[in-house]
DNA sequence: CGCGCGATTGATTCGGCTCAATAACTGTGG
DNA sequence: CCACAGTTATTGAGCCGAATCAATCGCGCG
């Protein structure tokens, strides 16, 4: 499945700036390129699994990825998604928990592994990374208490018309303003917390009140306003 | 409202090794000690509020403290609680963005104040007590996963079984099996996020199959097995 | 002892889930 | 390049959990 391919060298890396990485000289990127390895996973394929213990920090060279736990009936809910400067699995090794998500490649992902050891030397070594880390998890924490108080207390019409915002901020909009990744409607379900029929309809809804357009996998967001007014106000 | 109080001593303080400051020494405690302040706030008074800027971290020394979020209509989600030994308000420094949550007092508490200086201090300078940070931010995470997957995919009662559980995680029971901390049924409510009424009902529900019993606000786990079951599995 | 808030119970409504059937789409091999 | 098989998307009907609204009860507190 996975393949390991060379090295991508972390100074060169166009990501490095905007990750926990961007405080690190150039002697520590050097032994950071010798520590890692890189494979690629292709569409689909499950980069780790939840449950299981991490030996080091992954940390997404190129592509898309989902993170999501399974729950009590095996229904998946996605938790968060990771592109291309964004790691993965340290809150797993932070706490010493077994992962509490799985991490699968929405499209053909390179991804990058630091051993565990690597990633606690620089902890140890370089408060700058710790406090990036710091800063990581608390972000976190603020974006998850957001979530749950959604969860617990909006309509799903609202959440979705949340989730396509929070998925233009993640991912970006192409040159005709359509979300930049492509997900089923049941993964956009399973973000929402609801069933995959109410995400069509729900869709379909937005669609006939003018504030998106539909063209297969493709939503383009046409009044970003009125969604931001929608997912914050009632109906 | 609050009122300013002599500061207990850091080093005599019973929840300390439980703490993130469980790895300080001596000379780090003093000027603890000596940084610090301390107030008594008193039931239903808040400690701070979501949406401002913390001047530094909050550490509970006696009571127990509610954390919870207002949602869109106002209504209110309990995020979490603390009790003596936690620290609040990190996130936002680390984040550098507004408190996510308020903080109410659930009964009279007295609450240790540590400015920011002195915790980002301990920060650079401390590497055990940055990976003390971190581990409880990483912690964080892994909680609120599992809550968020649960309010997305849990019926309510389901819900309020695993709240039932996870309060004695957090307080415990008193000599009776019942669940050491007063809760109106609206706060309840607002932890497994639903309405004042359907917990009555679900709790009513819950007693009429012998797991728990009802004393007014006191609540008594008969059943904590038949509980746990019910939060696992449907219905 | 009475007032008022919190708790409880009942009736009704509605959002959203489930089940079922069809249609559109994707990739695969002939 | 087309036919086929297996998904994935869509639509419809029916049902159920849970929210809302309304009224009463009971307890704690002043």
Request: glycine letters at 6%.
């Amino acid at each position: 499945m996975s393949k390991r391919v060379p090295n991508p060298k972390c100074a060169s890396c166009g990501s490095r700036h905007k990750s926990v990485f961007c405080s690190l000289n150039s002697e520590q990127l050097i032994e950071l390129d010798e520590e890692k390895s890189c494979d690629i996973y292709s569409k689909g394929e499950a980069i780790f699994k939840e449950g299981s213990y991490p030996r080091g920090l992954f940390c997404v060279n190129k592509g898309k990825v989902k993170l999501s736990r399974t729950g009590a009936e095996g229904k998946e809910q996605i938790l968060r998604f990771a592109k291309a400067g964004d790691v993965m699995g340290y809150n797993s090794m932070l706490s010493n928990k077994p992962l509490a998500a799985t991490a699968t490649a929405l499209e053909d992902a390179s991804i990058c592994f630091i051993p565990a050891k690597e990633f606690f030397s620089l902890l140890k070594d370089d408060p700058r990374f710790s406090l990036n880390m710091l800063e990581l998890t608390a972000k976190n924490w603020h974006t998850a208490s957001r979530l749950l108080t959604d969860m617990a207390q909006k309509s799903s019409k609202q959440r979705l018309a949340e989730m396509l915002l929070w998925l233009k901020e993640t991912f970006g909009l192409d040159e005709d303003d359509c979300i930049d990744v492509k997900l089923s409607r049941e993964e956009i379900a399973s973000m929402v917390g609801t069933a995959t029929e109410a995400v069509i309809r729900l869709l379909s809804d937005l669609k006939k009140k003018g504030l998106i357009h539909l063209d297969g996998k493709k939503i383009q967001l046409v009044d970003i306003h009125g969604l931001a007014t929608l997912a914050e106000l009632n109906d």
